[in-house]
């Protein structure tokens, strides 16, 4: 979203209604305050903190956000164009009735599908909550003028729920590709004693299948070239350190999240990438880290279904391999297949760099977005 904002306000206004950046701080009386990135206006909202563990914790954290973004929007001018994310959940559905107060143009910015992921992970089992999400997202499709997806499969699930195939729009992620690069030689693979790595880099959570990457490192434990490295936190990350240690999985290493400054480093370290997602997922989320790889020109293993937008992307250009969800034998052939093919390897690689510079980069996609904000503005 900073990036966005960014290069959107090179040629707009642009005012963001966020909570709070971090925990705690200094806010006296106030619920909510003004400030400025660049060219960006920003009204950060005051906000609670629970525990995210909580689920109580959790809905009063978004409540407090709804109710003061509420208000803050409320009183802001009438905008020509208001764009809602996904994240948090019920954000269209307040930028629908604002639409209605303002008579402006609404875009919904589609990340994440709910209920759709909430239902496939496990995040919500309250079958109230779940007709909430689903009462909101409907509400929110009616009413926008253009739903912005990140990939067809995406875009095809929006179309099945009954939205007009004329209201949806697909404009992927992207990538910096001046910040991410390939570095063949960096500090940060002194780390894996020269082996070939296996990485999985972001966050542990619920809608990655992980627990398959441990079984092929198992299977794998008797070839001493590979090594399995996770980078990054999340919820299931220690129940993943306490499964592999049971296991005694010795090529398997644990890190934490690597500095944004130094993701050239740590993505480039790698020799082969996994982007996992849990069965039913495709369509709902689209695993933002393929950009990162791809600028990295490192190929990857797409563990997903065939349909979900990575995997086309893997397979129809020649960028990585492709295994079913939770099947560990395919997975664990894809990767003596990579290991024992260099060469096919590193030309995935320079195809996945190519691929990030001509379709993925970030002032090509930020300006395809701009693009399509103006193509529905109604000024004032």
């Known amino acids: 979203m900073t990036e966005l904002c960014d290069d959107l306000s090179q040629d707009n206004e642009v005012t963001i209604v966020a909570g709070p950046l971090r925990p705690g701080g200094n806010w006296g009386f106030r619920l909510w305050s003004r400030e400025r990135r660049g060219s960006v206006s920003i009204v950060r909202t005051w906000g609670t903190r629970f525990s995210k563990a909580n689920l109580l914790g959790r809905l009063v954290n978004l409540g407090t956000y709804y109710l003061l973004a509420a208000i803050v929007a409320f009183r802001l001018p009438r905008p020509d164009v208001i764009v809602a994310?996904?994240?948090?959940?019920?954000?269209?559905?307040?930028?629908?009735?604002?639409?209605?107060?303002?008579?402006?143009?609404?875009?919904?910015?589609v990340q994440d599908l709910y209920p759709d992921i909430a239902e496939v992970t496990g995040g919500v089992r309250s079958q109230f909550l779940l007709e909430l999400l689903r009462r909101a997202n409907d509400y929110a499709y009616e009413r926008a003028d253009l739903i912005v997806t990140l990939g067809n499969d995406m875009a095809q699930r929006i179309v099945d729920k009954g939205v007009p195939t004329t209201k949806v729009v697909v404009v992927p992620d992207w990538v910096d590709c001046g910040r991410i690069r390939p570095l063949e030689s960096n500090p940060f693979r002194g780390n894996f004693g020269g082996k070939f790595v296996v990485m999985y880099s972001g966050n542990i959570g619920l809608s990655q299948q992980l627990e398959a990457v441990l079984e092929a490192a198992g299977r794998l434990r008797d070839d001493e070239r590979i090594l399995f490295a996770m980078i990054g936190e999340g919820a299931r990350k220690k129940w993943l350190e306490e499964r592999a240690r049971a296991m005694g999985l010795s090529n398997v290493i644990f890190l934490p999240y690597q500095p944004q400054e130094n993701l050239a480093e740590s993505l480039s370290a790698a020799d082969l990438h996994l982007i996992p997602l849990a069965p039913g997922a495709a369509g709902c989320l689209v695993p933002s880290k393929i950009y990162g790889i791809l600028a990295a020109g490192r190929p990857f293993i797409a563990m997903m279904e065939e349909n979900a937008e990575v995997a086309q992307i893997a397979r129809e250009d020649a960028v990585g391999f492709v295994v079913r969800p939770g099947d560990v034998e395919a997975l664990t052939g894809a990767i003596r297949e990579a290991v024992n093919a260099p060469e096919h390897l590193k030309q995935m690689g320079v195809r996945a760099r190519h691929l990030a510079e001509s379709r993925f980069d970030r002032i090509k996609v930020t300006s395809r977005f701009g693009s399509v904000l103006a193509s529905v503005a109604t000024p004032n």
């Open 85 to 109: 994310e996904t994240d948090p959940p019920l954000l269209g559905a307040l930028a629908a009735v604002l639409k209605r107060r303002w008579g402006c143009r609404l875009v919904y910015n």
